[in-house]
């Protein structure tokens, strides 16, 4: 079997899937938490959730960008 040294492009494409699919894998789990009869949430924490979620897209696109970015912090509804 050969024992080529994985390029930087093969490590970035298979990182850049695994991660992509978990997060949308994550992004549908979340999705689940919208079903009425089993959860009680207001719009408040729909509109917060989706804010911290849209701001750390864009953090992530400025990475990619070489624009400096914040350091996040852990999200709550509280």
Known sequence: MENRQ???REKFV???EARTNKIIDMLQLLGN???TNTYDFT???VDKIF???ECEV???KKKFSKIESKKSTRFTLD
Do not use: F, G, Y
């Open 6 to 8: 994985e390029t930087k």
């Open 14 to 16: 298979r990182l850049a």
């Open 33 to 35: 938490c919208s079903n």
């Open 43 to 45: 719009q408040q924490d």
């Open 51 to 53: 804010n911290a979620i």
């Open 58 to 60: 864009k953090e992530a």
